[in-house]
């Protein structure tokens, strides 16, 4: 009798997602009350209008069916019967879409790769990875699952703790220490937490029912058993005790406890050996004295954690130890964090594309990578850094995936970045980071030689309105500096490095070339005119208090006319302090472009958009995927305005998309097929 009453719960709030236009959700529950009752008609008849609304029109008719079968009143099949000629009359002219469209999805993960890449070692970065022939643009190169996961403490209460993916409203938690919790029972058993055992559903099914009836209902209720594969390595077994060290202790920390477990299970006995399984590279020798004091803390307090709820007795003697402190600094240089594509509103943007096509439609917030989770993956630790990459790395759920976005020749190396690529940081901040963090010094190409990024990211704009010459800021470091004297002696101005070339350094100091010209930071590189730095650096302050306050009344959704002309403004003493390529130009445009979206003044929101594309492009080059993110922002304008550009916009967007995601873009970034389909019609 208590099923029968969780069943019917699980089909009210079924009914009540129906009502409210959450199909998915509505389906959800319809499963759950026929995997306690697998006979419940009305659940299986709500199932089938649910499928029916989205269109899954085969899976809808084999729910009614079902339903026909086992439900006992004639007024009840009556209703079924009925409901059944409408949906098989629109089945006929149409093909189950929604259905085949998510199993594309799902088959496109097994992408094959069939290039193969060779591990190299090179003198000025060691071991690393080089094609071993000639690479395509947007071809996978690689996949992998990690060797070992930990979910972030910030998404603690909103993702799965094993798969990493958002959670669902009923949450399925760890059955022992109710501590992890998880977006299914498949999660929480492959994570190895204990689940609950539902009732075996061919023992209750109707043997008279017709045999097509009783695959359905085993296909949809038995799934939860059949489907429930276990890795032979459960990652949250050693901590499910009922204690809170996993939630207490940093995530590095909880991650190398994680692999000291998994690699003494795997060998079947603790030994001094653990550092082979995994075979990564540390900076312990490049941490102060303060964080090494640090790493042994923690390294003691893991193993005793570990002695009173790993099944193997770990030992805390001096040898395991270093090897732990070893695996944590190993951890800090080795570990990827799993991000996921998040934007506020980019799970809006297909249903307002297909419902409706009038002006407010468009998209104002950015997409950005959050991330979610922290994993070592050996193969994928092998990958060295570039400001510059010819590889992108993304994720599915908790697998890695790697792809070119550029032709890469036989025997080049496949480097993707580590942090900030060039366009986003200036070259000094770069290396600061990359030192700070990973403890070596960048001799990337974006690092090694000028780029035009690096030389307008911060400039300010000449005194003399009518010079457009780059002004250094004071954060130009002497190699940079150095950098750009050398240049201007290269005579070959055709070559063929993408760096910063001589035509390029025209356009924004077509004079340097004179010697009267000095290369120093307050001084423009084409007019040789100096320029206070310090008052200019003050009006660009001052300006700038003007768009935190229009960034607030966006985050309010109450932009006043006012904030909006005094935005305004401040653009304009923006553009006549700073050079034209310069970021923040970029950025404050962004931000009008979103204010006048709100207020529903799109042609406004149009052209600030497009002008911050324009200054991007400048510094990433046209086909970067952050210009990418930005053409969606400017194609739902332009499409909420019936702007006929908009076709180019969606076209290049996709594009960029496909390079950098190749087969898995549209599941990634599912509105991509409604913007295509928005064009057509």
């Not at 000629?85 to 069939?114: C, L, W």
């Not at 993916?165 to 299914?184: F, K, R």
């Not at 309010?556 to 005094?566: A, G, P, R």
Request: net charge negative; proline share 3%.
């Amino acid at each position: 009798m208590d099923k029968n009453v969780v069943a019917t719960l699980y089909l009210n709030r079924a009914s009540l997602f129906h009502k409210m236009g959450l199909l998915p959700e509505c389906i959800r529950d319809c499963n759950r009350a026929l995997k306690i009752s697998p006979t419940y008609a009305k659940a299986w008849y709500r199932r089938g209008k649910a499928n029916a609304a989205l269109g899954n029109y085969k899976d809808a008719i084999c729910d009614l069916n079902v339903a026909n079968n086992v439900e006992l009143s004639s007024s009840g099949k009556k209703q079924i019967e009925n409901e059944l000629m409408i949906i098989a009359d629109r089945y006929k002219g149409t093909a189950n879409r929604s259905v085949k469209n998510t199993e594309n999805k799902f088959e496109s993960f097994n992408d094959p790769h069939q290039i193969k890449i060779l591990r190299v070692t090179t003198p000025d970065k060691g071991r690393g990875m080089a094609s071993e022939s000639d690479i395509p643009q947007a071809s996978l190169v690689h996949s992998e699952k990690p060797y070992a996961l930990i979910i972030l403490k910030s998404c603690r209460e909103t993702h799965c703790h094993y798969c990493l993916n958002e959670l669902p409203v009923d949450t399925v938690p760890c059955m022992a220490c109710s501590i992890p919790v998880y977006c299914s029972q498949l999660c929480q058993v492959q994570a190895g937490g204990e689940t609950i055992s539902y009732c075996r559903t061919n023992s209750v099914i109707d043997g008279s029912l017709p045999e097509d009836a009783k695959e359905h209902i085993a296909e949809v209720t038995v799934s939860s058993n059949s489907d429930l594969y276990a890795e032979s390595f459960s990652e949250h077994k050693h901590e499910c005790l009922g204690v809170h060290w996993p939630a207490v202790l940093p995530t590095d920390i909880v991650l190398a406890g994680r692999i000291l477990a998994k690699s003494v299970s795997q060998r079947g006995s603790v030994d001094s050996n653990i550092l082979q399984t995994v075979d990564l590279s540390h900076s312990y020798s490049h941490i102060d004295p303060e964080g090494k004091l640090e790493l042994h803390v923690y390294a003691i307090v893991l193993l005793y954690c570990l002695q009173r709820s790993f099944v193997f007795d770990l030992p805390i003697d001096g040898v395991f130890l270093s090897q732990t402190i070893i695996l944590v600094s190993q951890i800090r240089v080795n570990a990827m964090a799993v991000v996921q594509i998040k934007s506020i509103d980019a799970h809006c943007i297909s249903e307002n594309l297909v419902k409706s096509s009038h002006i407010g439609d468009a998209v104002t917030t950015s997409l950005e990578q959050v991330p979610v989770g922290q994993a070592i993956y050996t193969a994928g630790s092998l990958f060295n850094h570039s400001c510059q990459p010819n590889i992108h790395a993304y994720f599915i759920s908790r697998t890695l995936f790697i792809r070119t976005t550029e032709f890469i020749a036989k025997g080049s190396p496949l480097e993707l970045s580590y942090g900030p690529q060039v366009g986003q940081w200036d070259c000094e901040d770069r290396l600061k980071f990359l030192q700070e963090k990973y403890a070596f010094r960048c001799q990337c190409k974006g690092c090694s030689t000028l780029n035009l990024s690096d030389l307008v990211l911060n400039a300010f704009h000449c005194v003399n309105l009518n010079c457009d010459g780059v002004v250094l800021d004071s954060s130009m470091s002497d190699s940079d500096l150095n950098k750009i004297k050398s240049l201007t002696r290269v005579q070959d101005t055709h070559s063929s490095d993408p760096c910063l070339q001589v035509d390029d350094l025209a356009v924004v100091a077509p004079k340097l070339r004179d010697s009267s010209v000095q290369i120093q930071p307050g001084y423009c590189l084409n007019c040789g005119s100096y320029c206070d730095l310090e008052t200019l650096g003050e009006s660009q302050r001052k300006a700038w208090i003007y768009f935190k306050r229009l960034q607030d009344a966006i985050s309010s959704k109450e932009i006043l006319t006012t904030i909006l002309s005094d935005a305004s403004r401040a653009l304009g003493v923006l553009r006549s302090i700073l050079h034209a390529y310069n970021k923040h130009i970029a950025e404050a445009e962004d931000c009008l472009a979103q204010a006048f979206c709100l207020v529903e003044d799109f042609e406004s929101a149009r052209e600030h958009c497009k002008a911050s594309i324009k200054i991007l492009e400048r510094l990433y080059g046209q086909n970067h995927i952050a210009i990418g993110y930005e053409l969606v922002k400017l194609s739902t304008i332009q499409l909420s305005t019936g702007d006929a550009s908009s076709v180019h916009s969606v076209e290049q967007l996709d594009a960029i998309f496909q390079r950098y995601f190749g087969s898995h873009a549209d599941f990634i970034f599912p509105y991509l097929q409604s913007l295509r389909e928005k064009l057509v019609t």
